[in-house]
């Protein structure tokens, strides 16, 4: 059994800054790659960032600059830094992780960037 919970997201003004949090508990063999995903209303899901167990990070285009995704193996946990916030931001990120071969998602913590 393995339970994947973020958490850090809210209510955040243009220009604002937030912290997501990812934390992987359970039965933890293999964690080969972490990454956050989005989705907001109306639009499919996708990729935001990656890190790999290694150290090895990709962050999308419209993202790149502001966000910023990081782990601490120690903890199982993996963060999404995010600065500069925009309107655009605004959706459920929700954090996926691979672990022995096995693909798990959590439920996702809201962000809404507004005045």
């Known amino acids: 059994q393995v339970q994947v919970v973020e958490s850090g997201g809210g209510l955040v003004q243009p220009g604002g800054s937030l912290r997501l949090s990812c934390v992987v508990a359970?039965?933890?063999?293999?964690?080969?790659?972490m990454g956050w995903y989005r989705q907001a209303p109306g639009n499919q899901r996708e990729l935001v960032a990656s890190?790999?167990?290694?150290?090895?990070?990709f962050t999308v285009d419209s993202v790149k600059g502001r966000f910023t995704i990081s782990n601490n193996n120690a903890k199982n946990t993996v963060y999404l830094r995010m600065n500069n916030l925009k309107p655009e931001d605004t959706a459920i990120y929700f954090c996926?992780?691979?672990?022995?071969?096995?693909?798990?998602w959590g439920k996702g913590t809201l962000v809404t960037v507004s005045l």
């Open positions: 890190i790999t167990s290694a150290g090895s990070t």
């Open positions: 359970g039965d933890i063999f293999r964690l080969s790659a």
């Open positions: 996926k992780i691979v672990n022995d071969g096995i693909t798990y």
